[in-house]
């Protein structure tokens, strides 16, 4: 017969497995719905999880595949998995704030004002960062395949001019940088601060529970309470994530400006 000290070690490490499970139950889901691209252990493994979620034709694998045999390569490779999982998220985030502010938000309502047009702009105005974030996935998944491009030589003519192009090209390459750090810092950061506010002030059910019948009413009054502050926590967490998203781009940037030849 198992002693008392055995049997709470045993339903311990029952209860711990099972909130394990869920766990990484929850987290799969989570990369599911958010089109997360896992890292594998090895980059042939992560082109494979890329497969999964993008159609990847025979000659784009090769090329993946190609790309990764360089150390600098995987450093390209690995950034771009990044940026593409981010922008991934950005578009799942604002999905799930569309759908709170069409179901759970009336800040008219709320502050005692007609005004049902402003449930529809907010409405749509995630939908259209949500768009926004999905174009940036799709520019992020090409520029992936094309790979990273060659910069010309420094100096020409055996060394004894600058080449213009070479700080041109530089230039170009730091673009992609600045508007990622544009997006995050003014468009993205704003509009998950701009959710989480007006979600506080205005969630609501669609239906106002008092005109549905108890119990039911308290208990999506409940459930709606619930689900929105989350959602506004949520809004402020990526909000400052935004942030620093952004200053990790503007770094980025600054660190190929290095490479001018000034």
């Given at each position: ?100 502010q069409l179901l759970f938000v009336d800040i008219a309502a709320q502050l005692y004002l007609s005004f049902p047009l402003l449930k529809f702009a907010l ?31 420094k100096r020409r003519f055996f060394g004894l001019l600058p080449n213009p192009e070479y700080n041109r090209a530089v230039k170009k390459h730091s673009r992609?940088?600045?508007?990622s750090a544009w997006k995050e810092k003014s468009l993205y950061r704003p509009a998950y601060f701009l959710d989480a506010a007006s979600i506080f002030l ?61």
């Amino acid at each position: 017969m198992a002693s008392e000290p055995e049997k709470l070690i045993g339903a311990v490490t029952s209860h711990y497995a099972a909130a394990r499970g869920f766990l990484s139950r929850a987290s799969a889901f989570v990369a599911k719905v958010t089109f997360k691209i896992p890292k594998g252990a090895t980059p042939g493994e992560t082109i494979d999880e890329l497969g999964k979620r993008w159609a990847l034709s025979e000659e784009e694998r090769l090329t993946l595949h190609i790309l990764v045999r360089t150390k600098p390569g995987v450093a390209f490779f690995d950034e771009k998995i990044q940026s593409v999982n981010r922008a991934a998220f950005h578009r799942s985030a604002f999905m799930l704030n569309a759908a709170t502010q069409l179901l759970f938000v009336d800040i008219a309502a709320q502050l005692y004002l007609s005004f049902p047009l402003l449930k529809f702009a907010l409405f749509g105005a995630n939908l259209l960062l949500a768009l926004v974030a999905h174009g940036e996935m799709r520019a992020l998944f090409k520029a992936l395949i094309a790979g990273p491009n060659a910069l010309p030589p420094k100096r020409r003519f055996f060394g004894l001019l600058p080449n213009p192009e070479y700080n041109r090209a530089v230039k170009k390459h730091s673009r992609h940088y600045a508007r990622s750090a544009w997006k995050e810092k003014s468009l993205y950061r704003p509009a998950y601060f701009l959710d989480a506010a007006s979600i506080f002030l205005g969630a609501q059910f669609i239906v106002a529970p008092e005109k549905i019948i108890f119990p039911f009413g308290f208990l999506i009054g409940k459930a709606t309470g619930l689900f929105t502050t989350l959602v506004m926590i949520f809004d402020v967490w990526r909000g400052v994530r935004a942030g620093e998203d952004a200053r990790v781009a503007r770094e980025r940037e600054i660190a190929v400006y290095r490479d001018l030849d000034i």
